[in-house]
C-alpha cells in the first residue's frame, strides 16, 4: 500500500512545470511561510497568541525530538536510495520514517488548534499541502507521513496537557 500511494502521488511529477515548481514551493519554501505566519500571528497580537504560539513551537520541538529517537531505533531508507523516484529535490540519504516536517507541523497545527479551531484548520491544511508535497518531490513515503501525523499530533496532546498543568500553579499564584 505504501509503494502504490507513493507512486500515484510521485507519479504526477514531471508531468508539468507548473506543478512541479508548486510541489518544490510547497516542500521547500511553504515551511519557513508557515513559521513566519505562526510568529507573525505572535507579533501581532501577542497578549492573546503568546501562550499559544510557545505551546505550538515546543510541540514542534518534541515532534522533531520524538522523530530523532525513532530514527535512531530503526532506519528506514528514503524512496529514492533504492527505487525509481522522480526526484524533484536533492536530498541527503537519511533516515525517512516518521518525516521531521510532518511531525513539526502536524505538531504545530495541533496546538493552534487546541487553542482556535479555525486557525488550527488552517495549519492542518498548510500541514498536509507539505507532507503531501514531500511525497510529490520524491523524499518520503507515505507512511512516512502518516508516522509523522501520529507523532506530531501526539506531542500537541502531550503539549495541551503540560500546558494545562503549567497554567494551573501560574493561576494559583495571582
Known amino acids: 500500500m505504501n509503494a502504490f500511494l507513493f507512486q500515484k502521488i510521485n ?3 514531471l508531468r508539468s512545470d ?6 518544490i514551493f510547497a516542500a ?11 510568529v507573525l500571528i505572535f507579533i501581532l497580537d501577542r497578549k492573546k497568541y503568546q501562550s499559544m504560539v510557545v505551546w505550538a513551537f515546543a510541540s514542534g520541538i518534541i515532534a522533531r525530538v520524538i522523530t530523532a529517537i525513532i530514527r535512531l531505533l530503526w532506519s528506514h531508507p528514503r524512496p529514492f536510495v533504492s527505487n525509481n523516484v522522480k526526484l ?6 537519511t533516515s525517512s520514517f516518521p518525516s521531521g516536517h510532518a511531525s513539526f507541523f502536524f505538531g504545530i497545527a495541533g496546538t493552534v488548534y487546541f487553542y482556535n479551531k479555525k486557525l488550527g484548520t488552517l495549519f492542518f491544511i498548510f500541514a498536509a499541502i507539505i507532507s ?4 510529490f518531490c520524491g523524499i518520503h513515503w507515505p507512511a512516512d507521513i502518516a508516522a509523522g501525523f ?9 503539549m495541551k496537557r503540560l500546558s494545562g498543568f503549567v497554567k494551573k500553579p501560574l493561576a494559583k499564584r495571582k
Open 11 to 13: 507519479g504526477l511529477a
Open 18 to 23: 507548473l506543478i512541479d515548481t508548486l510541489g
Open 28 to 38: 521547500e519554501y511553504l515551511p519557513y511561510i508557515v513559521t513566519l505566519f505562526l
Open 88 to 93: 524533484l529535490i536533492p536530498y541527503l540519504k
Open 132 to 135: 503531501i508535497a514531500r511525497v
Open 150 to 158: 501520529l507523532v506530531g499530533v501526539f506531542s500537541a496532546f502531550l
